[in-house]
């Protein structure tokens, strides 16, 4: 839960949203013990691994671990860590793109539940065969124990007959019908798997109370001490915020300059541009763009330029040697300008200044 901040200092969220993306996904899979299997921790033997055996095929729990990370991904990629909880802050610039992916991963996450659940049968038969090879072996574990057993106590030696051997090894058939009907039992009912998965997220258009003087979390303190507790907290949360803001253009700014630079440096050592740096390049300013809830004009500006009058206006850029040489001196001006550490300042104080006040002494 979010503090209680007030009514100035919520004016960050009229640039932003907080988005927490929340993913359950079953994992397809029983953690074995020697137990579940008909052994004793004695009976295994280093070379059978127990541990975490798929219940359906691998590849059908990896899809869906494949959408979770890129919708996650794509969260990550296009907010920032927000001082409080775990939800991130999506400037409203590209919150409209991020819930349109975030709804194209939710009905494909969707579709692969329908299909886990029609063919929940079919994907459990193919499992079948693998688990019947873990029986075996399991079986011949099993077996080999209770020889070494029977040589322990000495039964070999007052000339057991072979026929009696026999007897006292364990039925294989029998060991493999009890060690299926374990692996059947650790499968859920087919009704309950689409319950097992989901694919939500959660959007804050933060409208928060101030402190209650009635919280009964709160102690009781007379008025005085109320009012400069109140004050004391406000001024933390300030705190929290401004950091957040400077934290955002110092991480655009690093990704400019990286990026600037890389592409700067390939182009000096001589090293091919290809279609697709430069594509990378077009992405990156669209992002910086999407971004830039702080209004760092400056750097926007001059990448959109570099857009403008080099990326669009040249498409044979990646050949045209003259084209390329601009294009470096060009991003080596923004990667410089990206790390005047006064001009930070002065975005980062512009903002906070629009969103923050100064208590009274």
């Known amino acids: 839960m979010l503090p209680n901040l007030d009514d100035k200092l919520l004016k960050i969220f009229m640039d932003g949203v907080l988005v927490d993306v929340d993913i359950r996904c079953w994992t397809g899979a029983k953690m074995l013990t020697a137990e579940d299997l008909g052994l004793e921790e004695k009976d295994v033997a280093e070379a059978y691994h127990l541990g975490k055996k798929m219940l359906v095929p691998d590849r059908i729990i990896a899809a869906f671990r494949k959408i979770d990370g890129q919708a996650r991904v794509i969260v ?41 659940v029609t063919r929940w049968d079919e994907y459990k038969a193919e499992m079948v065969p693998i688990y019947k090879q873990a029986a075996e072996n399991a079986w011949l574990e099993k077996d080999k124990a209770t020889l070494r057993a029977m040589i322990s106590d000495g039964q070999t030696e007052f000339g057991l007959a072979p026929e009696d051997a026999a007897k006292n090894k364990i039925d294989k058939d029998a060991f493999i019908a009890a060690f299926m009907a374990r692996v059947s039992s650790f499968y859920p009912p087919v009704g309950s798997i689409a319950a097992k998965f989901s694919l939500l997220w959660s ?13 009964p979390n709160k102690v009781i303190l007379d008025e005085q001490e109320r009012e400069q507790v109140a004050k004391d907290y406000q001024v933390q949360m300030h705190t929290k915020i401004a950091d957040f803001v400077e934290d955002v253009v110092k991480v655009m700014r690093d990704e400019t300059v990286k990026t600037c630079t890389h592409i700067a440096e390939s182009i000096q050592t001589g090293k091919a541009i290809r279609s697709c740096t430069l594509q990378s390049l077009r992405s990156f300013i669209d992002k910086f763009s999407g971004l830039n809830f702080v209004g760092d004009t400056q750097i926007e500006q001059a990448l959109a330029s570099v857009r403008q009058e080099l990326l669009d206006a040249h498409p044979d850029l990646a050949e045209n040697e003259t084209y390329k ?34 208590p009274e002494k």
């Open 325 to 358: 040489e601009q294009l470096k001196a060009r991003l080596g001006e923004i990667a410089l300008a990206a790390q005047n550490i006064t001009d930070v300042n002065q975005v980062t104080g512009a903002y906070r200044r629009k969103i923050t006040w100064t």
């Open 203 to 215: 959007v804050y258009e933060i409208s928060i109370p101030r402190m209650n003087d009635a919280d």
């Open 76 to 116: 990550d990629n296009n907010s920032f860590r927000f001082p409080f909880g775990s939800a991130r802050f999506v400037p409203k610039r590209r919150f409209a793109e991020i819930e349109a992916k975030l709804e194209e991963y939710k009905i494909e996450y969707n579709k692969l539940v329908d299909d886990l």
